[in-house]
């Protein structure tokens, strides 16, 4: 089978987007899926994503992770909006689609997209355990999507890749997340407003230069139990800058949670299968 694509990156995260409006790829398998992720042998991506038709919305996001695994992705979704918009698939800028979380709105601005995430459940303090994390070290754990566990760190240079591989391999394999596996966060402040972060994905089982669904949770977490003025959070990433929006009730609930940032397009192929 000879299959089209366009890959995409946001802030350094890269994706496969395939148009499956017309059905032409819908007996895509996971070993297949797989593949196309490879970085040796395929196209090399951080997932997959196929697009589909929808009746009530613009489309369907279909995500995979490298692995072959399901997920919701905040940086594949943003390319998604994009890949549609070059296709012309869009009505207008204002637009939502179907994932595997449920619907999301967004807004296409150029080539930023603001994208409306899931929300409802509150970041949790993750107490200590021996064999994940020094009993000193407070963790947070959020799910936005896709799930994660954050750590805060003293300096910069502690989001080095050895030690987001180290850290993070030690979380995601430890036996309360080794089943459905974590994605795993270390945070470094700047200011009250502003994060550095890195992020080790389950799926790809790797450092990515950026996690969108990992800059949310970061950045409510921050929100929730440092500083609870903030309404809006810059995430520096390895790839790039994505800011996070959102709004608060006075139950210190959040809503209208957005994450804001570039998706482009690297180049357009194709690859028998």
Request: contains cysteine; charged residues 20%; negative net charge.
């Amino acid at each position: 089978m000879k299959v089209n694509f366009s890959k995409y990156q946001g802030t350094g995260n890269d994706f496969i987007l395939i148009n499956n409006i017309e059905g032409l790829y819908s007996d895509l398998n996971l070993s297949q899926i797989r593949f196309l992720c490879d970085r040796k042998f395929g196209i090399g991506s951080d997932g997959v994503i196929i697009i589909k038709g929808n009746a009530n919305h613009d489309f369907y996001m279909d995500f995979y992770n490298p692995d072959g695994s399901k997920s919701f992705c905040g940086n594949g979704a943003r390319c998604a909006v994009k890949f549609a918009g070059d296709l012309g698939l869009l009505a207008n800028e204002n637009l939502s689609f179907e994932a595997i979380d449920g619907i999301h709105e967004a807004l296409l601005c150029g080539d930023d997209v603001k994208l409306q995430m899931s929300y409802g459940l509150m970041p949790e303090y993750v107490l200590s355990m021996s064999e994940d994390i020094s009993p000193s070290q407070e963790a947070f754990f959020m799910d936005t999507g896709s799930p994660h566990f954050a750590v805060y760190v003293d300096e910069l240079s502690d989001l080095t890749t050895s030690n987001v591989l180290s850290f993070g391999k030690r979380i995601r394999n430890s036996s309360k997340y080794f089943e459905h596996g974590i994605n795993v966060n270390l945070m470094y402040v700047h200011g009250p407003d502003t994060l550095s972060i890195a992020t080790y994905e389950r799926g790809v089982e790797h450092e990515t230069l950026s996690c969108g669904t990992g800059a949310t949770a970061c950045a409510l977490i921050h929100a929730h139990y440092r500083d609870t003025s903030v309404r809006t959070v810059l995430l520096k990433t390895k790839g790039g800058d994505l800011q996070i929006s959102f709004e608060r009730n006075s139950q210190g609930e959040f809503s209208n949670v957005h994450l804001i940032g570039p998706a482009n397009l690297i180049y357009e192929g194709s690859i028998s299968i």
